[in-house]
């Protein structure tokens, strides 16, 4: 039989069919954006990462030669979400996050990012966290949305999910109140400004990540505004002079080793993308976490 040309592989992120039983990593959309606080959208994200996966699944990666096809993953499917209410669907995404021992969650805004990181902390106790942004998402409420996608670490930090002198935020750049900003720093939290990275380079921003994670376990975060709206233009907050697409794939392989225990990456809004850059950005970023677990620990 011919092999299956690219795109009419099966819609599931690279394509997987492996059962949910034989996998050790599990990959689920979560389809949510009520935590959205500009343009809406990021509930069809999970879809959108799937179809533009499947440019992914057609070789080894050429930095270690692993091939994630062949790692014990399974994509899953979608988490159920309460339709309309925030509260119920973040105590939901709890609830089912709690049962993947490694998850990998396609957003979704970021707003999905506290349940999951409350059920990390139910498994792993408080974890380190890369995290990947435009923004710091710290603030104590979203325009007066108390847990809407820009405090999720906010509360992670005050809820003693994570470790905030292992937390580094990468690709910062938003504007902020300055209160916010101290907030961040006084908890001890690392802030490399996408400046940082265009000015001293991907290898030292990756070396200051490792410093700052150490040997215990690690969470990416990874939301895709962190990288400049040339690179990712389909997202809700889009903020100009991030990162290219290739200074935050070159930071995230220069991290193999680390001991990641889970991720997400949020804030795709296939509405606003085009030509599927922003979704197959977001693809990559779960692919080369792949990679990298297949490395080290997770
Ligand atoms: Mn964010």
Known sequence: MAPTPTFALPPTFLALERPA????????????????????????????????????????????????????????????????DLTESLRLIEEQARSVPHLIALGGDHSITLPILRAVAARHGPV?????DAHVDTWPDSIGQRYGHGSPFYHAINEGLIEPKRMVQIG?????????YEWTRSRGVTIVPALSVHEEGVAAAAERARAV?????????????ALD??????????EVGGLASWQAQA???????????????????????????TALA????????????ADGAG
């Open 229 to 238: 709206p040339a690179f990712a233009p389909g997202t809700g907050t889009p």
């Open 128 to 132: 380190g966290l890369l995290h990947f």
């Open 21 to 84: 039983a034989d996998a050790t990593k599990h990959i689920y959309g979560v389809p949510f954006d009520l935590g959205t606080s500009n343009r809406a959208g990021a509930r069809f994200g999970p879809t959108a990462i799937r179809m533009a996966s499947r440019m992914l699944c057609d070789g080894h990666h050429p930095g270690n030669w692993v091939d994630p096809l062949v790692l014990a993953v399974a994509d899953a499917g979608d988490f159920t979400i309460a339709l309309g």
């Open 251 to 277: 930071i995230l392989r220069r991290l193999a080793g680390l001991a990641f225990i889970g991720m997400d990456v949020v804030e795709v809004a296939p509405p606003y993308d085009v030509a599927e850059i």
């Open 172 to 180: 910062i750049r938003s504007p902020m109140q300055r209160e916010v």
């Open 213 to 225: 994670l150490g040997s215990g376990p690690v969470y990416l975060s990874f939301d895709i505004d």
């Open 282 to 293: 977001a693809a990559t970023v779960v692919w080369e976490y792949l990679a990298l677990s």
